[in-house]
């Protein structure tokens, strides 16, 4: 490989006494700081040597908490709009919470993401009004947001498109010169394990190895693409496969919030000071349906669902917080209520969205119209028009 180890700056000789290595924690070679127990792990070597700790203060661990459970009840209400009604699809990332607030929440604020159509999680990190995917998932709207102010791209549906939408923004950064120190930008993409079995992924690890570009790979494997296994897609672990583009990989335990923040956070710095694209595999599982238009009860069986509800990201956090003494009695008693609120806030502001005028679909095709969008509008309208008056 021509660039430099990514390891080396933080790498030691020695381990620390309470440093585990990656390839000891019962599942293979997964970097891990806080089990399901909620114990604390210093820190974890991942598989070239890297060494990942965090050094968070007591508020900063509250403030991931109330993340997870925020994120994880918003999504839950989703979930109970659409049963009723009022959402015409929802894809729920319950069980990945950890994954998607701690690579979130390491992101800097220059970064860029580029989501799938799960990543709520990781669009609540950017500060992002949480109605607006529900917009997208109403068909009200295309989503709201501004992918520039935010530095969130809109969410993509076609499997892996935006690993290749990612990797030419990334290029376009380290072109216009904005890598190469500590506020350098870098750029994230995420995407599921079926996902890794495109050709756009395949590609776009390519062209991001090739012209180093400042790209972390961000890949939730959640065991499933719809009903297909992970033993459909691959015979190797995912973050192994990065080895053969020429870039790092490393596999995370995705229901650690502090390993996930942990590892995305030595990935971007690593993308923004120039040193090229990594590839992170968080490993974790998908505890609900693939979409609320799935039955997963077809295709695993409970035990495996009960087995990694044993590994719930949101608990262990729970636990480690309270053996530690880092809250109060009440503090979870407010996190939930604060979660409740904002749940029903969501809901009221939900059942409220109009609906669009059929015209407004050619609004926002071109960011400066068209003479040939101008003819298609005005017909469009005129066809429209010819409704009015009648019952239909
Ligand atoms: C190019 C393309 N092919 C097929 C589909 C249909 N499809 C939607 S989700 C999905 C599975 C994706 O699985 P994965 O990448 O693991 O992501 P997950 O939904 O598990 O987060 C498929 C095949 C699609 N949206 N786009
Ligand atoms: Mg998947």
């Known amino acids: 490989m021509a660039k430099g180890d990514p390891g080396a700056a933080t790498r030691s000789k020695r381990a620390a006494p309470r440093t585990r290595r990656a390839a000891a924690t019962g599942e293979p070679e997964l970097v891990q700081l806080l089990t399901p127990e909620g114990e604390r792990i210093e820190t974890a070597l991942g598989p070239d040597g ?15 908490y109330r993340d997870l459970v925020l994120v994880r009840k ?26 998607q607030v701690g690579s979130g929440r390491a992101l800097r604020a220059q970064d860029m993401a580029f989501p799938t159509y799960r990543e709520h999680g990781v669009l609540y990190c950017r500060g992002i009004d949480p109605i607006m995917p529900l917009g997208l998932f109403r068909g009200v709207d295309q989503g709201g947001w501004d992918p520039n102010e935010f530095k969130f791209n ?3 549906i076609v499997i892996g498109a935006q690993t290749l939408h990612a990797t030419g923004y990334a290029m376009g950064v380290a072109m216009d010169g904005k890598t190469g120190g500590a506020d350098g930008e870098a750029v994230i993409a995420y995407f599921g394990d079926g996902a890794t079995s495109q050709g756009d992924v395949n590609e776009s690890f390519v062209w991001a190895s090739v012209f180093n570009a400042p790209l972390v790979f961000f890949c939730q494997n959640n065991q499933y693409a719809i009903s297909e296994p992970l033993e459909r897609q691959t015979r190797v672990p995912l973050y192994r496969r990065a080895g053969g583009f020429g870039f790092p990989g490393v596999r995370v335990d995705g229901n650690d919030v502090l390993a996930s923040y942990a590892v995305t956070r030595h990935a971007l710095d690593t993308a923004r000071n120039g040193e090229g694209p ?3 595999e968080a490993y974790t599982y998908r505890m609900g349906a693939h979409t609320t238009s799935d039955d997963p009860t077809r295709y695993r069986i409970a035990s495996e669902v009960e087995a990694w509800q044993a590994k719930d990201p949101i608990a262990r956090m729970k636990a480690f917080l309270t053996k530690q003494k880092i809250v109060d009695e009440s503090f979870f008693a407010e996190v939930d209520e604060q979660a409740r609120a904002e749940s029903v806030h969501l809901r009221e502001r939900v059942l409220t969205m109009p609906d669009p005028q059929p015209v407004s679909m050619f609004d ?8 040939e969008l101008d003819e298609q509008r005005a017909r469009f309208s005129q066809y429209m028009e010819s409704f009015e008056g009648s019952a239909h």
């Open 364 to 371: 926002h095709v071109y960011p400066h119209g068209s003479a």
């Open 74 to 99: 918003l999504d839950a209400e989703a979930t109970a709009l659409q049963r009723q009604g009022e959402l015409g699809l929802w894809a729920s990332l319950l069980g990945q919470e950890a994954a």
């Open 154 to 156: 809109m969410y993509t």
């Open 50 to 64: 890297t060494e990942y700790r965090v050094d968070f203060t007591d508020e900063e661990y509250r403030g991931l």
């Open 278 to 280: 990594s590839l992170i």
